[in-house]
């Protein structure tokens, strides 16, 4: 047998059912017409937002990564409780205008954009956050042509990494960003050549949870953006200090401690440079503040025993939920949060892995994990699945489709 997940704080029940915006998971099923189903709660959004405002700082910004959920309704409420957007493709700000947002506050952030992705951020008003001189370049020529001043900023490959960081995005030899050395000089180019240069992007790592190494990172970036502001020789205007916010996945993870990381973001602005001292500063964040509000669910379609071990086998799968899967990133499979969803309450009582439609042994949303006994017809509730699970995961393979999505 093997340990789930912790199911994220905040979920109800309704007649032993699991329940999301006040209606149980059949209901919700029956509403939306079929599974496999994403189902995002407004409610858990708002208090994850609200937790956050009342340790951090107030003069830091808090910036919502679109690449974590690009749903429609999703962007349309998070627009409601973040202070701006960071984008990394082209059809992420296509995605952001259709939905008639304000570009001003959003900044677009990844190697290898194409130039058409630079002509419509700058066309847009959107702030670059460059990766290269060859980027600059060829932004500063995008917009000479066409009579614009770009917003641009650039992103820092600094000279540290991110203690305990689940995915190291800085530090070393990285396709990521302007190694910190050469910052200085791009700097002061792009100042030259009348650009609005809108700051510095520092982005070390992502899915930490230890609040020490946090800290530690927080105070590093500040240092490394002081020092590389004196050398380019104006007052900073922006200092996005990136994320890398946690959110427990696995069996023994803790909750991140975000009261002690703001609290040390508290004492490190009290005692800001003067380069530094009317900058504005935020941080961005995706996994952290959507990640626990979804839910995935997928329908038992067949109980099937094979050499004495139990396979529930459900209509969904890694084709929605490839991080659920171990196929994302990870190492060692370890099980995310699962749970019998109209059976929340039950005990369990059987040994069961629960294995998706597809005919690939990569598709096991569960792996031998101790459950209350399922039938055919009953729901499976994969949690932690409001980030990095419709659209990142293979939905085309198979000839499958995407997943239906639903706020509630």
Same mark, same amino acid.
């Given at each position: 047998?093997?340990?789930?997940?912790?199911?994220?704080?905040?979920?109800?029940? +309704?007649?032993?059912?699991?329940?999301?915006?006040?209606?149980?998971?059949?209901?919700?099923?029956?509403? /939306?017409?079929?599974?496999?189903?994403?189902?995002?709660?407004?409610?858990?959004?708002?208090?994850?937002?609200?937790?956050?405002?009342?340790?951090?700082?107030?003069?830091?910004?808090?910036?919502?990564?679109?690449?974590?959920?690009?749903?429609?309704?999703?962007?349309?409420?998070?627009?409601? !409780?973040?202070?701006?957007?960071?984008?990394?493709?082209?059809?992420?700000? *296509?995605?952001?205008?259709?939905?008639?947002m304000d570009a001003g506050p959003i900044s677009?952030?990844?190697?290898?954009?194409?130039?058409?992705?630079?002509?419509?951020?700058?066309?847009?008003?959107?702030?670059?956050?460059?990766?290269?001189? =060859?980027?600059?370049?060829? /932004?500063?020529?995008?917009?000479?042509?066409?009579?614009?001043?770009?917003? #641009?900023?650039?992103?820092?490959?600094?000279?540290?990494?991110?203690?305990g960081s689940g995915m190291k995005m800085g530090?070393?030899?990285?396709?990521?960003?302007?190694?910190?050395?050469?910052?200085?000089?791009?700097?002061?180019?792009?100042?030259?050549?009348?650009?609005?240069?809108?700051? +510095?992007?520092?982005?070390?790592?992502?899915? @930490?949870?230890?609040?020490?190494? +946090?800290?530690?990172?927080?105070?590093?970036?500040?240092?490394?953006?002081?020092?590389?502001?004196?050398?380019?020789?104006?007052?900073?205007?922006?200092?996005?200090?990136?994320?890398?916010?946690?959110? &427990?996945?696995?069996?023994?993870?803790?909750? !991140?401690?975000?009261?002690?990381?703001?609290?040390?973001?508290?004492?490190?602005?009290?005692?800001? &440079?003067?380069?530094?001292?009317?900058?504005? #500063?935020?941080?961005?964040?995706?996994?952290?503040?959507?990640?626990?509000?979804?839910?995935?669910?997928?329908?038992? !379609?067949? %109980?099937?025993?094979?050499?004495?071990? =139990?396979?529930?086998?459900?209509?969904?799968?890694?084709?929605?939920?490839?991080?659920?899967?171990?196929?994302?990133?990870?190492?060692?499979?370890?099980?995310?949060?699962?749970?019998?969803?109209?059976?929340?309450? @039950?005990?369990?009582?059987?040994?069961? =892995?629960?294995?998706?439609?597809?005919?690939?042994?990569l598709d096991r949303l569960l792996d031998k994990?101790?459950?209350? %006994? /399922?039938?055919?017809?009953?729901?499976?509730?994969?949690?932690?699945?409001? *980030?990095?699970?419709?659209? @990142? =995961?293979?939905? *085309?393979?198979?000839?499958?489709?995407?997943?239906?999505?639903?706020?509630?």
């Open positions: 047998m093997k340990p789930t997940g912790p199911i994220p704080a905040g979920y109800e029940t +309704l007649d032993g059912e699991l329940a999301i915006g006040g209606r149980t998971v059949s209901q919700l099923v029956e509403d /939306a017409g079929e599974t496999p189903l994403f189902v995002y709660s407004r409610r858990l959004l708002d208090q994850r937002m609200a937790d956050l405002r009342a340790v951090m700082p107030d003069r830091l910004a808090i910036h919502y990564a679109v690449k974590a959920n690009p749903h429609d309704n999703v962007i349309r409420h998070m627009a409601g !409780l973040v202070d701006g957007f960071d984008i990394a493709s082209g059809g992420e700000l *296509a995605i952001m205008q259709r939905l008639g677009f952030a990844g190697p290898g954009k194409r130039d058409r992705e630079l002509d419509a951020a700058i066309m847009a008003g959107a702030t670059l956050n460059l990766e290269s001189e =060859s980027e600059a370049e060829r /932004a500063l020529a995008i917009a000479a042509k066409n009579g614009m001043t770009p917003r #641009l900023a650039i992103r820092v490959n600094p000279d540290f990494e991110m203690k530090g070393g030899a990285k396709p990521f960003g302007v190694d910190a050395e050469r910052v200085p000089e791009l700097g002061r180019q792009i100042i030259a050549a009348g650009a609005d240069f809108r700051g +510095l992007h520092i982005y070390t790592g992502s899915q @930490a949870l230890s609040a020490e190494s +946090l800290i530690e990172t927080q105070g590093n970036v500040l240092d490394l953006a002081t020092r590389l502001t004196d050398e380019i020789g104006v007052d900073l205007p922006k200092l996005n200090m990136g994320g890398g916010f946690g959110i &427990p996945y696995f069996d023994k993870d803790q909750p !991140l401690d975000i009261t002690a990381i703001g609290a040390g973001l508290e004492q490190r602005f009290a005692n800001l &440079p003067p380069r530094l001292a009317n900058t504005h #500063l935020c941080i961005e964040l995706g996994r952290y503040l959507v990640g626990e509000a979804g839910v995935y669910l997928t329908r038992i !379609l067949d %109980r099937k025993v094979s050499h004495g071990e =139990s396979y529930l086998v459900t209509d969904g799968g890694l084709h929605h939920q490839l991080a659920a899967s171990g196929n994302f990133g990870t190492v060692i499979r370890r099980n995310y949060p699962v749970a019998i969803a109209n059976r929340f309450e @039950a005990a369990p009582i059987e040994v069961a =892995s629960i294995v998706g439609c597809l005919c690939t042994p994990a101790h459950l209350p %006994r /399922a039938e055919v017809g009953d729901l499976v509730a994969v949690f932690c699945a409001g *980030a990095y699970g419709a659209t @990142a =995961s293979p939905s *085309a393979f198979l000839g499958q489709g995407p997943a239906l999505e639903l706020l509630v």
